[in-house]
């Protein structure tokens, strides 16, 4: 029989991993929705004035105002994600 002090210290949960995480990525997420939305909403506002055209089709705006914020939001965790391998030392 080993010792305390001879036995493997416990095992740890790698950080990350839960509810906990998965809440802050939807609260993450959430908030860059929001961003994402006002940011193709103000750059929609500004091409109205070349462009009038666009009010015609409430399809289009509705698909535009729909789809860019979620590509955005992939579009920054890809980035994220990027960035995160490029800054963490790998050990082989």
Known sequence: ??????QRPAK???IGLGCGYFLLVCFIACILLVLNSGLV???YQSQIPKNPELLENEKFLQGIMFSVPVLLIF??????DLIVDLL???RD
């Open 41 to 43: 909403w103000a750059v």
């Open 88 to 90: 963490t030392v790998h």
């Open 12 to 14: 740890r949960r790698p």
């Open 75 to 80: 579009v920054e965790y890809f980035v994220y």
């Open 1 to 6: 029989m080993r010792s305390k002090s001879e």
